[in-house]
């Protein structure tokens, strides 16, 4: 995998339903190097603190095949990188597999190496109605969950510099990992059988799984066994 875009914004205060809404969903591409900090990229911000940006929520990642998805499902729309507020958008199967999907390919605790800095990916993006203020549309949000095209977020473990064309690789993986797609497939799942509850226990296990998350999926657990 590469990074084909970097993109960074900071929060810009927009209209929405006669409402001012603050928001750091817009990043535009940047050219040249850009500094991976613990927190975030130099130059991006995030609005709302409470559930965006932070150490499990550094960087967000979108795969550049999602794009010619959406320009099936929005035609006529225009789609500059990182119109889905994400800040590095990736070209390439993880696995080199062209059947597989970054969500699929990508599991919790899969660490790359990206420039001079260190990433482990964290958890899939769940949108919040921002993303629906972006598109001008509210049932985005639901498009973008039901479509399973989640991205997903990185904690920086090394910082360093990024830019376009840096390899996106691969090198260590918790045991544990659970991909992204079933991680998202989990979250919205009505009923738990013997298949999820696997899965859920075996998440549970990874390290790096934000512990929000982890109490998600210890609830669910619960309800399943009751």
Known sequence: MRIVSVNVGMPREVLWHG???????????VDGRVVMRRLNLDGDGQADLTVHGGEYKAVYCYALAHYAYWKRELPGRELPM?????NFTIDGRANGGADESLEDAVHLGDVFSVGSAEVVVTQPRLPCYKLGVK?????MVKRF?????????????REGEVGAGDEFKRIGRDGNGVAVSEITRLYVAKRFGEVEISSVRRALLVKILPESWKEYFRERLERASA
């Open 19 to 29: 409402r001012n809404v603050t928001t750091g969903i817009y990043k535009e591409p």
């Open 135 to 139: 598109f001008g549309s509210d049932d």
């Open 82 to 86: 990182g119109m889905f507020g994400e």
């Open 145 to 157: 969950l039901a479509s399973g095209r989640s991205g997903f977020y990185v904690a920086v473990t």
